[in-house]
C-alpha cells in the first residue's frame, strides 16, 4: 500500500513541477521583447446615421381585452409617418400591418395632443374593476415622454385624442406584413 501511496505521490509533484516550468516558460515568452506581437484589428466604428434619418416615436396607443368584445390592438405612429399596427381581436385588421400618415395627418395629431395638455393629465385612470378595457398612450413630443394608463373615468380629451387616431387608422391604406 506504501508503494502506491509513494507512486501517486512521485506522479502528482512530477505533475505539479512540470506545470510550474510549462507556466514560467510560456510568462516568459511572452514578454520577451524579439517576439513580433502583430497588431490587433480595427473594429470599424458604427455608420453614422444622419438625424433626418432617425426614426422616432410620436405616439403608441394599445387598447387592451375586456370580459366582452372590446377591440385590442397596438399601434405606433412615428415622427417620419410611419405606421406599425398589430391587430389581436375584435378588429377587422387581425396581425401585423403597416402604412405611414402624411405630414398633415401627423399634424393633427401633434395639435391634438399640445390642444388637450397631454403632458399635464395624471399618469393614471383606473377602477378597481377589472373587466373594463384600458387604452394605454405614450407620446414623445417636444422633448418630453409620458405615459398614460386609462381604465376608467380619464378625462373626454383622451377621448377625443383617441377619437382622432381611431379615424386615421381607419382611413388609412393598409399592407399586411
Request: glycine share 4%.
Amino acid at each position: 500500500m506504501k508503494a502506491i501511496i509513494s507512486k501517486l505521490f512521485l506522479a502528482l509533484a512530477i505533475t505539479a513541477i512540470a506545470a510550474s516550468v510549462g507556466c514560467r516558460s510560456k510568462v516568459q515568452a511572452a514578454s520577451t521583447p524579439d517576439i513580433a506581437v502583430p497588431p490587433t484589428a480595427e473594429v470599424p466604428a458604427p455608420p453614422v446615421v444622419e438625424e433626418a434619418q432617425k426614426e422616432e416615436l410620436l405616439i403608441s396607443m394599445m387598447r387592451t381585452a375586456c370580459y366582452g368584445t372590446c377591440p385590442i390592438y397596438n399601434v405606433q405612429i412615428y415622427t417620419s409617418g410611419r405606421v406599425q399596427y398589430e391587430g389581436k381581436n375584435f378588429v377587422d385588421r387581425i396581425g401585423s400591418y403597416h402604412t405611414n400618415f402624411d405630414t398633415a395627418s401627423l399634424k393633427k395629431i401633434q395639435e391634438k395632443i399640445r390642444s388637450i395638455n397631454y403632458f399635464s393629465l395624471q399618469d393614471k385612470y383606473d377602477s378597481p374593476i377589472t373587466d373594463l378595457p384600458s387604452v394605454i398612450t405614450e407620446v414623445h413630443l417636444d422633448g418630453q415622454v409620458k405615459k398614460i394608463e386609462d381604465r376608467h373615468k380619464g378625462p373626454k380629451e383622451l377621448d377625443e385624442l383617441y377619437a382622432e387616431i381611431d379615424a386615421l387608422l381607419a382611413e388609412a391604406k393598409w399592407t399586411k406584413e
